[in-house]
């Protein structure tokens, strides 16, 4: 049974937050899960992505097994209500490769076009290749999908611009300053995406504050960022060149008080994420202070944005030209083993009768016998590769695979790789 290309997807669009969290799997967890699905499953080919957006498992299989291996998912991660959790899962039995291409490129992305997403669906494949589970046709489909990314990045306006707020602040911050320290206070969704985009960027140090101390733990493991205490928040805001609010409260946390008694010495630099406002604009009537606000940002990332709309069709237009290019590679994959078996039967035949007629040839005479008949048997060999490859895009190639079986009795012959 040929095998069939699936994805099992867990990701923003139906899952909530909480739910993607429990079932993040880290690079260590990945690769249990691949290795633990390897032994339940006859896979030829086994992908894990795991972003703070989504969580997928593609497999190459003989049968459908999407619940399948969502439920394994949910094992492995100590679920116990499986079949309530079944339900924020996407399947794709048909159609895998087309979702692959469209999340690679970010055109399912939270933020149209996310740049972050290219190097984590490269990441994914690297923990593939390394536990030997990225067959020929992963592989073919990987390179595929990085070429057609290419393409998106050099031909089109989808990678323009900070598409969102998060990165529209970590776009602003690597403007301000050359290696700047940034302090970023609250690690709510938009200032975990900040920390993540600046550290994925280079851009800086980058320190955080939160005012639990299991979320700073945690981005600290994330993205490698350093973690402070909330009771230190002075000494830092001293040491920060730029400082990135994102705490929700009704009345402003960075007062012109609180500001003005850290005795700044030069610039500093507050971008502030949140809605109400964390920084009183008071600040900016400090010497040295210059306040953003998250209006600003969103100017800017709504431009940008609209670039990026603007560009989708051009990036679905590559897409379905990389699609047509693999499936076509795909096809042909079925019709190698019938022509590998065809030569090495027509090669048989072929050594059977030179050892017949060649003993009494001197050096000279064998030299030219053997360019002649190898001559001959690539010439023989060319119009039935020919038709097997046309018949694939037909649609035809089984009815052509059985004449040839029967003519050369092929199925007898061992498969020979190439």
Not at 18 to 31: D, N, P, T, V
Request: glycine letters at 4%; proline letters at 3%.
């Amino acid at each position: 049974m040929q095998n069939q290309f699936q994805a099992v997807s867990l990701s923003y669009r139906n899952a909530p937050l909480a739910i993607r969290e429990q079932l993040a799997l880290s690079e260590e967890e990945a690769k249990a899960f691949m290795l633990q699905a390897k032994e339940f499953f006859e896979v030829s080919d086994l992908m894990v992505v795991s972003t703070c957006n989504r969580t997928e498992v593609y497999a190459n299989i003989p049968e459908r097994m999407g619940e399948e291996i969502a439920k394994l998912l949910l094992i492995f991660k100590q679920v116990s209500a499986v079949g309530e959790y079944l339900n924020y899962f996407e399947f794709f039995e048909e159609g895998a490769a087309r979702h692959l291409f469209e999340v690679a490129t970010g055109l399912h992305s939270q933020v149209v076009g996310d740049m972050q997403i290219p190097n984590q669906i490269k990441q994914a494949y690297q923990w593939s290749a390394d536990l030997h589970l990225a067959g020929p046709f992963l592989h073919r489909l990987m390179h595929t999908i990085f070429y057609a990314n290419k393409r998106v990045a050099m031909e089109t306006s989808f990678r323009d611009g900070a598409a969102s707020v998060s990165y529209a602040a970590a776009d602003l911050a690597a403007s301000l300053l050359a290696d700047p320290a940034i302090l970023v206070v609250g690690l709510g969704e938009i200032g975990a995406d900040v920390c993540r985009n600046l550290v994925s960027a280079g851009v800086g140090t980058v320190t955080v504050i939160n005012r639990t101390r299991e979320r700073s733990e945690a981005m600290v493991a994330e993205v490698g960022c350093r973690m402070a205490e909330l009771d230190d928040l002075q000494e830092e805001l001293r040491k920060a060149d730029i400082i990135i609010s994102s705490v929700a409260r009704d009345e402003p946390f960075f007062t012109k008080e609180l500001v003005a008694g850290l005795g700044i010495l030069s610039f500093k630099y507050f971008i502030d994420l949140s809605v109400p406002r964390s920084v009183s604009p008071a600040v900016e009537e400090i010497p040295g202070v210059v306040l953003y606000d998250v209006d600003a940002l969103r100017s800017k990332a709504d431009q940008a944005l609209e670039l990026r709309m603007a560009a989708i069709p051009q990036v679905r237009e590559i897409i379905e030209n990389s699609l047509q290019n693999f499936s076509n590679w795909s096809e042909e994959i079925v019709v190698s083993p019938t022509i590998n078996r065809l030569k090495s039967v027509l090669e048989q035949i072929r050594q059977e009768e030179l050892s017949r007629y060649m003993k009494g040839l001197n050096e000279s005479e064998m030299a030219i016998v053997e360019k002649i008949t190898s001559s001959m048997m690539q010439k023989i060999i060319k119009l039935p590769v020919l038709q097997l490859k046309a018949a694939c895009k037909r649609g035809e190639a089984e009815t052509l695979i059985d004449v040839l079986n029967d003519l050369f009795n092929l199925e007898a012959q061992p498969e020979v790789r190439q």
